[in-house]
């Protein structure tokens, strides 16, 4: 089966090979409070570091899943309230998640975080919760500090899980940012990684919040010696460490992204049957493509693509009936993209 499905998708082809490598050497049975570990877990922080070009001041950790670091920032890092800008179903499980401390505002898929900004003034939160990468609906954000009237030590946390490993991110623009491995990074489901700037850390140290087992300390108090605060999925965590190593830097793959996205525009642009979810290029997510159409039509788009062993996404919360979703991750290749669009142009 060749999935499109945004998330879990595709993974690369050589995370095959990287899992029996794992196997043989003995990986998926080291201690994580081994050295063997501390070296593995060293080596991947300082290739995530290089490749994605992260600032050598961000620090890195590897917790559950992206649903847990929305968790963590909530209980480590607000102090009193947070502020959720969304236009999508999982910027508002977020903000639902933070409803007792949380202030949502909700605004339309035509609408940019920059004009959001602008009509918001000063944002009363001391963090500001925003998503770069709506799953949902395919809308990708521009990410600037600027764009909102914060105090000056209000915390940005960014929730980028459809876009972190496969475009390139603004990381100085923000305090937190928080992905899964199932999506761009391309492989199995079960790993999420949380990004913090020094900032938030010092807001972590202010509060001193020791009730929740992953509350940021911990997890910092543990990188310090390269391990993790509980037992981590060490095959996921060298999976990155061979794929980050493997792929090209991240402003390449960025690069790949965008043009195998053009392949998609260009086909939908001339289909009449279906059209973009998102009308404004500018606000489309280029890992995510999201279209809309009659029910009909898309079910038996759904329909024939299965017949010929491809996975499309569906659409999701709002949209889940009129949308459908098609991921264009990095290990999606232009030939898998080929093979879809000559399925559709021969057979619909």
């Known amino acids: 089966m060749l999935s499109f499905y945004p998330g879990p ?175 761009c990074i391309g492989i199995p489901a079960g790993m999420g990684l949380l990004i913090c700037s020094p900032k938030a850390l010092a807001r972590a140290k202010e509060l001193n919040r020791s009730t929740h087992y992953n509350d940021v300390l911990f997890l910092e108090e543990n990188r310090k010696m390269f391990q993790t605060q509980m037992t981590p999925n060490v095959l996921s965590i060298y999976l990155v460490y061979r794929l980050t190593q493997q792929l090209p830097s991240l402003s390449e793959v960025h690069l790949a992204t965008l043009a195998k996205m053009k392949l998609w525009t260009d086909f939908w642009d001339n289909q009449p049957d279906f059209s973009y979810l998102i009308e404004n290029p500018a606000l489309r997510l280029p890992t995510v493509l999201a279209l809309t159409g009659e029910p009909g039509k898309i079910k038996q788009l759904h329909q024939l693509c299965l017949k010929k062993g491809i996975e499309l996404g569906k659409g999701y919360g709002a949209w889940k009936e009129t949308s459908f979703r098609i991921a264009n991750f990095p290990s999606h290749t232009f030939e898998d993209i080929e093979t879809l669009i000559q399925t559709i142009q021969y057979e619909l």
């Open 9 to 183: 998708s595709k993974v690369h082809q050589e995370a095959l090979g990287y899992i029996q490598e794992a196997f043989e050497q003995g990986i998926v049975s080291i201690n994580h409070r081994s050295k063997r570990f501390e070296k593995l877990l060293e080596a991947t922080f300082e290739v995530l570091h290089q490749k994605w070009n992260i600032p050598s001041n961000y620090t890195i950790y590897f917790v559950s899943s992206a649903t847990e670091a929305w968790e963590i920032v909530i209980q480590s890092l607000v102090r009193e309230k947070s502020t959720h800008v969304y236009n999508g179903a999982f910027g508002k499980k977020w903000a639902h998640y933070a409803a007792s401390t949380a202030e949502s505002i909700e605004f339309s898929l035509d609408q940019s975080l920059a004009e959001i900004g602008l009509q918001l003034g000063p944002i009363k939160g001391d963090t500001l919760c925003l998503v770069q990468s709506e799953t949902s609906n395919g809308t990708g954000q521009q990410i600037r500090r600027a764009d909102f009237q914060l105090t000056e030590d209000a915390l940005i946390a960014v929730d980028a899980t459809s876009s972190m490993g496969g475009i390139e991110l603004p990381w100085d623009e923000a305090d937190v940012w928080l992905a899964s491995v199932q999506k």
